[in-house]
């Protein structure tokens, strides 16, 4: 038997995925059941549970677990968790499912899943708002999402039929079981978690090998699940990813796969949760940079670092590794951070998200110093494809 790197969340890695013969009963019965058509993020939590990424959970959340979470940043039973996992209903959906004990859960026209229904609840949109992304802005892209979900939320475990039919990143999509398999296989016993929903330039490249240093392996592991509009797409960053580790990674020593998760936007509290969804991965370790899945200026720069000291840390386990914004600095001739340059602004290559924008669209290349030449190079060509 090998040795793993670190035990799941809970000690048990999830696996709700029927299958053969159980899987063909389940979807005979799902036919006689009343159907509920989810979307793409209850479907991305829906795939991650089913695959352990989201252990110890085996279902939706019931209220006792979701007003846990919200109030005290664990689940009831001790557990530390800070994101509601739950399956919204509206009105008409809740009406309709009526006193049914069990549902059969839709994609596209195809049975994913059945949900035993343990309880339908109502949620308090504005109380899950304010604790989940510490505001009840509208504007903010994650409780947009949460007021555009239904009133009630269906709870219950969740009996997997079929993944979703992905056509995209197929060799990447590696489940928990599979990514703790690829780590015992290279001999890794410590494995750094890298989450990232852009593309990664050299600042980011630069934590990426700082964490290397010390530990086995790396784990790039960008979110392909639902991002804003705004964010760059999938496809064009998962190129990005590939000629940047052709170029400029071991392949001994890093390996990319994909998190199936949508974005929240939740900064502190996504950060405790990404980090959670990386332990059953099988990470060890897991970078948190400035402003981790931050947007606007909702959070505190260092929010999402600070948060981690609220848990004790043998509760969350895998250890969190806290990073400056780095730069290349010219008199150090290096990459660098504010931990390690004694310069000024002036001495380093710093350029904003919009100015880089404006020169990938104008077809420019930011300084080799700033993004490698292969990756601007696929971002200009995306942003011209786009432009067309
Ligand atoms: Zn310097």
């Avoid at 848990?311 to 290349?328: K, N, Q, R, W």
Wanted: aromatic share 8%; glycine share 6%.
């Amino acid at each position: 038997m090998t040795e793993e790197t670190i035990a799941p969340h809970g000690g048990q890695l999830v696996d709700l995925l029927l299958k053969g013969a159980e899987a063909e009963r389940t979807l005979a019965e799902a036919e006689h059941l009343p159907k509920v058509n989810i979307g793409a993020r209850e479907l991305s939590d829906l795939e991650m549970m089913a695959v352990g990424a989201l252990s110890p959970l085996t279902g939706f959340m019931g209220e006792k677990d979701h007003r846990s979470v919200l109030e005290t940043m664990h689940l009831s039973n001790g557990l530390p968790w800070t994101i509601p996992v739950t399956l919204s209903l509206d009105q008409d959906e809740a009406k309709r499912i009526g006193g049914a004990s069990s549902v059969a859960l839709e994609s596209h026209g195809h049975v994913v899943a059945v949900l035993d229904v343990t309880e339908v609840y109502r949620r308090d949109k504005e109380e899950e708002a304010q604790s989940v992304f510490r505001t009840t802005d509208t504007a903010h892209p994650g409780v947009r999402a949460l007021h555009e979900a239904g009133e009630f939320v269906a709870a219950g475990p969740v009996r997997g039929v079929s993944l979703p039919r992905h056509t995209t990143f197929k060799e990447y999509r590696l489940a928990p079981a599979e990514t703790r398999a690829a780590f015992a296989e290279r001999g890794w016993r410590t494995v750094v978690g890298f989450q990232t929903r852009n593309p990664v330039h050299r600042a980011h490249e630069y934590l990426q090998k700082c964490a290397l240093e010390i530990v086995d392996g790396l784990l790039l592991h960008p979110l392909v699940g639902a991002t804003k509009e705004d964010d760059v797409p999938a496809e064009v960053r998962m190129q990005c990813y590939e000629i940047l580790f052709d170029n400029y990674y071991p392949a001994d020593r890093a390996m990319i796969s994909v998190f199936p998760a949508a974005m929240r936007y939740a900064g502190p509290k996504e950060a405790i949760w990404h980090a959670i969804a990386r332990k059953n991965y099988g990470c060890t370790h897991f970078i948190v940079g400035r402003d981790h899945a931050g947007v606007g200026t909702y959070y505190g720069t260092y929010d999402a670092q600070k948060i981690f000291d609220e848990f004790d840390a043998d509760e969350l386990d895998i250890t969190p590794l806290f990073f400056e914004h780095s730069f290349f600095c010219k008199r150090c001739d290096a990459m660098a951070s504010p931990k390690t340059c004694p310069h000024t602004d002036d001495d380093r290559v710093i350029l904003s998200g919009t100015k880089v924008r404006e020169m990938l669209r104008a077809g420019k290349k930011p300084p080799k110093e700033f993004s490698r030449p292969e990756v601007a190079q696929i971002l200009i060509e995306a942003m011209a494809d786009r432009t067309r």
